[in-house]
């Protein structure tokens, strides 16, 4: 009896890493195109962790903001409040935050970088 298990179907790996590609490309490009509209380099948006310090600093929040990311639970609330923070800083609602930045990111973010938001600063985002 032969039970030869060990024999994987390669391409059930292929489809997932090419959608997953294209996402994290949708998201460098988006990330590089909102900071720039935010003055700063969009070359930040490939540097793991100075992505997230840049996105920071772009929406108002101090850069030690990076050390709650790593902290269960209070990185999933930072996140959301970052994100409303990042919307108003572009002149879009705190609505705009939670579902278009925060749930629906993707979207959220080529819809910001794209679409005809421009960059007013994290002061007016108080304001």
């Known amino acids: ?3 030869d298990n060990t024999s994987v179907d390669s391409s059930a790996f292929v489809f997932p ?5 294209l996402f994290g490309i949708l998201a460098i490009v988006a990330l590089w195109k909102i900071f720039t509209k935010a003055g700063k380099p969009g070359w930040a948006a490939i540097i ?9 600093k772009v929406a108002g929040r101090p850069g030690w903001w990076l050390i709650l990311y790593i902290i269960p639970i209070v990185n999933i609330i930072i ?3 970052v994100a409303i923070d990042l919307a108003k800083s572009f002149g879009k609602s705190g609505v705009f935050g939670f579902f278009g930045l925060w749930m629906f990111s993707i979207i959220g973010y080529l819809m910001l970088a794209f679409g005809n938001a421009n960059y007013h600063g994290p002061a007016a985002a108080r304001a």
């Open 17 to 21: 890493t090419i959608v997953g590609g």
């Open 1 to 3: 009896m032969n039970y």
């Open 79 to 81: 996140s959301i409040v």
């Open 48 to 56: 793991p962790f100075y992505n997230i310090y840049t996105m920071l």
